[in-house]
Nanobody, 126 residues
Framework: VQLQASGGGLVQAGGSLRLSCTASGLPFSNYAMGWFRRAPGRERQFVAA????????SYADFTEGRFTISRDNAKNIVNLLINSLKPEDTAVYFC????????????????????WGPGTLVTVSS
C-alpha cells in the first residue's frame, strides 16, 4: 500500500488549503480513510475520518467545522479541506488506511489505522 499526501504549504491565518491523499495498492473503496497531524513537539493527533463508502465522517473536536473530509473512490483519493486556518494548525498532515475493510464507522484511533503516508507540511503564519 502506498499513500501520497499533497497540498500542504505556507498560508496566512484565515486562509484555506485542500489536502489530498492518493492511495494505491489496495481496494481503496473498501477502507475507511483517516487524516492525522503532528505539530512540532506534539503527539500525533486525529483530525478526521471517512467511512469506506463515504457519507459517515468523524472529526476531532478542535476542527470546529473548519475541516471537511471527502473521498472519491473512483480516483482513490481522500481530501481534507481546511478553512479559516490558524497558526495552531501548523503540522505535518498524514493520511492512513483503516486496518479493517468495510468497518461500520469512521474510526478515530490511530491504533485502528495502518499504512501511514509520509505526510504533507502545513504552515500557517499569523
Amino acid at each position: 500500500v502506498q499513500l501520497q499526501a499533497s497540498g500542504g504549504g505556507l498560508v496566512q491565518a484565515g486562509g484555506s488549503l485542500r489536502l489530498s491523499c492518493t492511495a494505491s495498492g489496495l481496494p481503496f473503496s473498501n477502507y475507511a480513510m483517516g487524516w492525522f497531524r503532528r505539530a512540532p513537539g506534539r503527539e500525533r493527533q486525529f483530525v478526521a475520518a471517512i467511512k469506506w463508502r463515504g457519507g459517515t465522517t468523524s472529526y476531532a473536536d478542535f476542527t470546529e467545522g473548519r475541516f471537511t473530509i471527502s473521498r472519491d473512490n473512483a480516483k482513490n483519493i481522500v481530501n481534507l479541506l481546511i478553512n479559516s486556518l490558524k497558526p495552531e494548525d501548523t503540522a505535518v498532515y498524514f493520511c492512513a488506511v483503516d486496518k479493517i475493510s468495510r468497518r461500520s464507522y469512521a474510526p478515530m484511533s490511530p491504533a485502528e489505522y495502518e499504512s501511514w503516508g509520509p505526510g504533507t507540511l502545513v504552515t500557517v503564519s499569523s
